[in-house]
């Protein structure tokens, strides 16, 4: 069976930066994920100076994700360090899409051959709708298809797609869609107003507010890759 789990490409693998990097990106939220297991992937990053590996899995901790193995890496002994926390050491984990998302920190979700878990899940032709507000403390997963919720997001909630997201109500908690690594994958919403967005794991946040040209608007959330990186673009979206 295969476990989904998020991919970190980090950059950097000294924990004091790498906190700081992940509370800009995040918003300094510990709740962003729900024990998700994550790989390590440090296929991006010169780890020669070593690995502090109690302080990288002791942050991640932090921001509930369970780090459950490692790829990227070929020094012997940067993995014998791995395997004494108890890490796998796994080959190569492209993304769904067959390559890379060069996120700073997270990336969009991989599989590791290991034990499942069930969700709220459908065959890749089908659409979950929620016809109730998602409420706080809620979280829903579309599995393998689109997420249409009818009656909005609450804060404090999590709505979850590996296709596209359709919200016909107020957007606010953390929406991500594209979760198995969908880059085309699309966010549109009535009225937007999250604590996050991602788009294959590619994510944007609003501790310092949202703009007013988007605020309470019609938008389409969706990722622009370019050669160096990717990233979130929120555009008004014209409905009448």
Same mark, same amino acid.
Request: glycine share 20%; with cysteine; hydrophobic share 50%.
């Given at each position: 069976m295969n476990l989904d789990a998020v991919l970190v490409l980090l950059n950097r693998a000294d924990p004091a930066g790498l906190a700081d990097e992940m509370h800009r990106m995040l918003g300094g939220r510990p709740d962003t994920f729900n024990q998700e297991p994550a790989i390590l992937d440090f296929s991006a990053l010169d780890a020669s100076e =070593?690995?502090?590996?109690?302080? !990288?899995?002791? *942050?991640?901790r932090r921001y509930r994700l369970q780090p459950? =193995?490692?790829? +990227? !890496?070929?020094?012997?002994? *940067?993995? %014998? +360090? %791995? @395997? @004494?926390? =108890?890490l796998a050491v796994l080959g190569n984990v492209p993304t769904a899409t067959g390559k890379r998302p060069q996120a700073q920190v997270t990336a969009a979700p991989a599989s590791a051959e290991t034990s499942g878990s069930a969700t709220a899940s459908g065959s890749s032709a089908n659409t979950l709708y929620i016809d109730r507000v998602v409420r706080s403390g809620q979280q829903i997963y579309a599995q393998g298809g689109d997420l249409v919720l009818l009656a909005g997001v609450s804060p404090g909630s999590e709505v979850i797609a590996d296709g596209n997201i359709h919200c016909f109500g107020p957007l606010a908690g953390r929406a991500l869609a594209g979760a198995r690594g969908d880059a085309n994958a699309r966010i549109i919403a009535t009225c937007f107003g999250p604590e996050l967005v991602a788009v294959a794991g590619i994510y944007r946040t609003f501790e310092r507010g949202i703009h007013e040209s988007i605020a309470g608007r019609a938008v389409v959330v969706r990722m622009k890759s370019s050669a160096k990186n990717q990233s979130i673009i929120i555009e008004p979206l014209q409905i009448n």
């Open positions: =070593g690995i502090d590996w109690n302080g !990288l899995a002791s *942050l991640l459950v =193995g490692v790829c +990227g !890496l070929t020094d012997e002994a *940067l993995l %014998a +360090g %791995a @395997r @004494r926390i =108890g």
